[in-house]
DNA sequence: TTGTACGCGTTATCAT
DNA sequence: ATGATAACGCGTACAA
């Protein structure tokens, strides 16, 4: 492995000064075409690779940003993940990646790390430590779909998103709407998710019911709980047409699954639809209708967010973005 | 935003130099005791954050690996990039992520920012440059699941896998066997598993028929193909027992949801296995026999012969590193 | 046990 | 248009 080739030496082999060469980089307009020839020449001659550690040393820039998400096993954090990966076309930052796996020790540990390195800006998609706590951090920060009272955030507009959702089912005639979600709090995106279920039911006066409960934590629990929500509803509302909005597609999936394999069929009086638009949502037994997160956007959008206040260092006034939602019909509402 | 606190501050602070407070970090057994709390209590009044960058550049080590991944929607490498950012705890190396979507052009730039942040070591999942080319970086590489002549790797034996699926058919009592799989160079490590599986019914004389063609790029393209494969297989061995080898988890879903669409139910004489036990096999209308690939092994052998490269700059050895894989009995198979 | 002085590879300021 | 010199923040001989 040859010793690493530095300004100096090229300086050297060039005679021109150091400072020569850094301006043939960044001030290139103020060389002559000819010496510019010649460096480019060493450059190559030598096989020069910059030392960007240097440079972020010299001039404060790192281009890094740090990203924290809760996991890559569910598709959606995944998905994210690859949309602002693929940002680094757009505005060149290179991403420092932690998982936190709700661990807010660790979170806090990544978190050091991260400005040690001097980190531009943080994107946080993970829950396990409050915007109020960020907020006291010395760097920019974006929050993606989570609470984020003291942060600025983008979130898809889940209450709009619920609106189109229920209204739907509305639109199909159906005798009873079914929420199926977690017991959230308001402070919690996905709440409106709930919430404009509620709201939109209680408004029109249409016969409803919420389905608020703990869901499980893995994908047998959850299974499970399903089954016997499944039970419920289907000697509850027999005969009924059903309208079924549930919490997201890995769950709208995991109901269709179950009801598909005790009729071996999904009867007309079903009416499922999902939230996120996720891979499992077309790929599913029967490929689910549901609302469509827009991702891209919204990554885009944090990065934007991002960048403006990596650049304007000014911008006390928070900023939530809301990126709109639409409706994907596919097969399994009639 | 205040001033950044440097060890000069510290110093001036506590009446020490600099090299005393550099030295309280790397070797506080050289301080007493006394002087260790003056600059503990410094460091606190003064909210000190380290700067890794102006320690990288001093002392050459970045504690950074560069990780190049073909895409993050396909859960086989999410789950294998999360793996590897969780070694973070045992190894303390923080991961630069790039997602290639197998574009060398792009993928050359990606290594050269990642070498011009001094990354101490790479560890590459996609497939579009050669292990060749790749082998005259000069820095440490380690592959995982991909091509590997000229680089160390890791990869599930294949072979070994498709051994034990298509014995597994076999002692079924199928009374065909049958191989999906893309046409595949002997380069890839894919290729063994459908060598494992003519090597054993050649040598055991077992029926069989191997379908090695284009599966197609997108899912509903791979949806398609596959349903006319079902048709094909259906009529073709009609009344007899079929036991079917698909090349992946993903692709065993599909026909699997293609088999039960059409008799509404997964009949006995179908028998199907899958290979990587992603979560979807798992998750699946009817949960797919598969063959585990031990990815936390993969993800963490492969730290552990890249961190080897790291320290000991010798090793002109190649070395490649295979992980045993298993059955997973799941309800695709009776 | 502690300090001095220099090096790491750039950029920035001020000259010329 | 080009150069000399001093930062940037930390590590490490070598000296004391």
Redesign the pocket.
């Known amino acids: 492995m040859q010793k ?5 030496d090229i ?1 050297k082999y060039t ?9 043939y ?2 001030h290139p ?4 075409e000819k ?1 510019r020839a010649i460096i480019k020449d060493a450059l190559e001659k030598l096989n ?4 960007k ?3 972020v ?4 820039k790192s281009e890094f940003i740090g990203i924290i998400v809760p996991n890559l096993s569910m598709h959606y954090y995944a998905e994210m993940l690859s949309h602002i990966l693929a940002t680094y076309q757009e505005f060149g930052y290179k991403f420092l990646v932690f998982e936190s796996n709700d661990d807010p020790v660790m979170e806090r540990q990544y978190i050091s790390e991260l400005i040690a390195y001097n980190i531009e800006g943080m994107i946080i998609l993970s829950h396990c430590l409050s915007s109020q706590e960020l907020s006291r951090l010395p760097i920019p920060i974006v929050t993606i779909e989570r609470e984020s009272q003291f942060l600025n955030g983008v979130t898809t507009d889940n209450y709009r998103g619920a609106l189109i959702a229920t209204s739907y089912l509305q639109s199909l005639n159906c005798d009873i709407l079914i929420h199926i979600n977690s017991e959230l709090t308001p402070e919690n995106p996905d709440y409106e998710r709930t919430h404009g279920f509620l709201d939109i039911c209680e408004k029109e006066h249409l016969p409803h019911q919420l389905i608020a409960q703990y869901l499980g934590a893995t994908w047998d629990e959850t299974n499970t709980i399903y089954e016997d929500l499944f039970q419920q509803i289907d000697t509850k509302y027999q005969g009924q047409k059903k309208g079924i909005f549930i919490a997201n597609d890995t769950h709208a999936n995991i109901f269709l699954n179950i009801v598909y394999r005790h009729y071996r069929n999904l009867p007309e009086d079903y009416n499922i639809i999902g939230f996120d638009d996720s891979s499992i949502s077309r790929e599913a037994l029967i490929p689910i209708t549901t609302i469509h997160q827009n991702i891209d956007t919204l990554s885009h959008a944090a990065m934007e967010l991002l960048v403006d206040q990596i650049q304007n260092k000014k911008s006390k006034q928070l900023i939530h973005r809301q990126v709109e939602p639409s409706l994907i019909i596919r097969h399994t509402t009639h």
């Open positions: 690493k080739i530095t300004f100096d300086a005679h021109f000064s150091k400072t020569t060469i850094s301006r980089f960044n307009e103020t060389l002559t010496n020069y690779h910059e030392n550690l240097a440079k040393l010299a001039n404060g």
